[in-house]
């Protein structure tokens, strides 16, 4: 699929309306899924949203964490406090190919989320590896899994992934890395309740 309807995933694209109106939705079921419908245990909070919200002009931020459900993000970032519904803080996302970009609705859909999409087993130098570099070296909030796939297994987190390593090298301006910890998630695949925790680190270094 290649750089397919990267257009849609542009700021510029119909006067960012549409990637507003995404991004407002979602966040908003996150919002609800997280704060009204199930129980959530949230730590650190404070050192994502100060990241978000206020790091220096120009530094990038790259969050990385485990990988439980298709539904980790948005749901981790639905937590009360957290700005899920403004588009201009919002993430940027490596996301899968072959689940989020399945069809050109699909693929539609997640551009203006600002997802990108990515196909795992072509290495580390694919077309849309490029995406993600360009949102670092503009100074943007990046996600990944660096695990590569959704992993249930309770047990330490597996091999990771050399893409999100090659990012922070490659980056013309080394972004502040942010490690987060979630569990929980395994359920939401088979409940609209589920209990999770989410466990941000007390500092991090640039």
């Known amino acids: 699929m290649g ?25 908003a079921f996150a ?18 949203i ?9 530094i990038p931020l790259l969050t990385v964490s485990n990988h439980m459900s298709t539904l980790d993000d948005p749901l981790i970032w639905g937590f009360k406090g957290f700005p899920s519904m403004d588009a201009k803080m919002a993430r940027w996302v490596l996301a899968a190919e072959d689940i989020c ?9 997640f551009r203006l989320g600002k997802c990108i999409p990515i196909t795992r087993g072509a290495g580390i130098y694919q077309e849309c590896m490029n995406e993600a570099l360009w949102c670092l070296n503009n100074g943007a909030w990046l ?10 297994e309770d047990a330490p987190i597996r091999r990771l992934k050399w893409g999100t390593a090659s990012l922070i090298v490659r980056a013309h301006v080394t972004p502040i890395v942010l490690p987060i910890i979630h569990c929980g998630f395994e359920q939401v695949r088979y409940h609209l309740s589920f209990v999770f925790s989410l466990h941000f680190p007390d500092s991090v270094s640039i």
């Open 3 to 27: 750089r397919k309807m990267e257009w849609a995933g542009r700021e510029t694209y119909m006067g960012g309306i549409p990637r507003k109106i995404v991004v407002f939705a979602v966040g």
């Open 31 to 48: 919002k609800a899924a997280v704060t009204l419908f199930n129980t959530s245990s949230i730590h650190n909070a404070d050192t994502l």
């Open 50 to 58: 100060r990241l978000v919200r206020s790091r220096p002009p120009g």
């Open 101 to 109: 970009f399945k069809n050109s609705l699909l693929t539609y859909f």
């Open 143 to 152: 996600h990944t899994f660096p695990e590569g796939k959704v992993s249930q």
